[in-house]
């Protein structure tokens, strides 16, 4: 898309307009569902292998896309909608699977909007069988101790707490203030380090949770 002879606006209706009347790459909003998974296919051949592995360990369209563009903006070093897009599919997984084993022949329901990524729905997890350990942060060995936790003292685990933070807004433990407090600035590669964290533990956690979901038979297609 070209841009360019946009004139500089404060008027968003100026700007949606001129989207509206592109003609350049247009056929991008006009391509079926087959079409388009086989153009980013291609766009994102150069990490297939990571991409390939998150489609085949997961083997759940409902949740696994979560993990699949997370890693594409990634290498296009979009680090706030990769860090997102990761931590909502780690929230998706935990919610659907637990969803499933707990509804007759693993069928779909509606989830409910109040049991979303927690101490409680992580444990909730590990009472159900879950690999919930796997979605320990590099170095929190006292992932089990914080999972634990009651109130008032309660602490959440780092994933939760990423989450909760990350996906609602609020980046301020990343503003580099380095330069002094008068100095300070935030840019999207100040989660970079997180966003590789987060990625590691997103794989690990793949790899057991789809051996778990294909053990116990939980919509999962193995193609061996």
Known sequence: MNFN???????????????????PQK??????AAEHIASHFEKNGDWSPMRNFFFERLCAAEFHWFF???VDCMFNEFYVPAVSSLLNGIEASLRITISQIQSPQNEFVELTPYKVLSNNLISDAKNLGLPIEALAFPGETNFLDKLNS???NIVSVEVVRHRNNI???NI???VNKELGRENSFFTPISLRILCFELLNVCGLWAE????FRKTNKISHYDPK
Not at 13 to 23: E, G, M, R, S
Not at 27 to 32: A, D, G, L, Q, T
Not at 208 to 211: Q, R
């Open 150 to 152: 009651t109130k008032p």
């Open 5 to 23: 002879h946009i004139q500089r606006t404060d008027k968003w209706f100026d700007v949606w307009n001129a989207f509206l009347t592109i003609q």
């Open 27 to 32: 056929e991008i909003f006009e391509k079926n």
């Open 208 to 211: 057991e949770l789809g051996e």
């Open 167 to 169: 996906c609602h807004g």
């Open 172 to 174: 301020l433990e990343f």
């Open 68 to 70: 699949v563009q997370g």
